[in-house]
């Protein structure tokens, strides 16, 4: 599966489901960055038949509406769409 | 990102032509010229993969029937300018975002969930017998809402210049 990864601030597993073009998560991505977290981020609209709808079942369990970006920080909490203020807050800066 | 490099030449009479659109329309481009360019970006590759602009901030299938109400603009751009100010992806902003007097927040997803998309058009409205009896059908355009009573939609809707495709029988 093409999850990538970025290294960082080990905080237990947290990933990022993302789409290629869209600029809300790409400011989601940035922002895990810049707070030096270490995560996982997949681009569903670059995966394709199986591959994509498993991954999107696994997403629609915390995100029923299946939108993007969709956060999952250790499998306990998802935060959907660019929260800035709630991402800061569950990384504590 | 991973977008592909299109010509700034190409990226900036898109961002042209989008704006003239909208603004011709009553509609504004959001004013951060740079995310709407990436936006812009989206649109294009996009319109290069599946051959039509999806929203580029939603998941597209490939098959246009299912993403009509997803291409830009999608049917739930005017909803959420009435309610949040910006369109989902923020391409489209209202006057009062435009102007810096509203701030922009993420917008929640309208769109129907994945199970529930498949939702036969209910275009057989009840209670409309009596109507039955006008000399021409009226068409709808889903995305601004224009009507207009003749044998068949269109081409383009005049208002918002979205595809014959994009309309529904109303009446």
């Not at chain 1, 569903?44 to 994509?52: I, M």
């Not at chain 2, 029937?65 to 209202?94: K, M, N, Q, T, W």
């Not at chain 2, 922009?104 to 275009?123: D, F, G, H, Y």
């Not at chain 2, 601004?144 to 208002?159: K, S, T």
Request: proline share 8%; charged share 30%; with cysteine.
């Amino acid at each position: 599966m093409a999850v990538e990864h970025t290294s960082g601030k080990k905080v237990g597993s947290v990933m990022l489901y993302a789409l290629s073009t869209c600029q809300w998560c790409n400011k989601t991505k940035q922002l895990l960055r810049d707070l030096g977290i270490d995560f996982d981020f997949v681009y569903v609209d670059l995966l394709e038949g199986k591959e994509q709808s498993e991954i999107l079942d696994t997403m629609e369990k915390w995100n029923p509406r299946g939108s993007f970006p969709t956060l999952v920080i250790d499998n306990k909490r998802c935060i959907v769409g660019f929260q800035e203020g709630q991402i800061r807050e569950v990384f504590g800066t | 990102m991973t977008l592909p490099v299109f010509p700034d030449a190409l990226i900036d009479a898109t961002y042209s032509d989008l704006k003239k659109e909208a603004e011709d329309g009553g509609y504004r481009l959001n004013q951060d010229i740079d995310f709407t360019k990436n936006l812009i970006r989206g649109l294009l590759k996009n319109e290069q993969r599946y051959g039509y602009r999806a929203c580029p901030c939603r998941l597209a299938t490939g098959k246009k029937e299912e993403d009509l109400d997803i291409i830009c603009p999608c049917d739930y751009r005017d909803p959420d300018l009435d309610e949040f100010g910006a369109c989902y992806c923020a391409l489209y902003v209202s006057e009062a975002v435009q102007k810096g007097q509203q701030k922009l927040s993420p917008i929640p997803e309208r769109r129907p969930p994945r199970a529930n998309r498949k939702n036969p058009q209910p275009l057989t409205p009840k209670g409309l017998a009596p109507l039955a009896a006008l000399p021409l059908p009226v068409w709808r355009c889903k995305v601004c809402g224009y009507l207009c009573a003749r044998e068949q939609p269109p081409e383009v809707c005049p208002i918002c210049k979205v595809k014959k495709d994009r309309f529904e029988r109303f009446i």
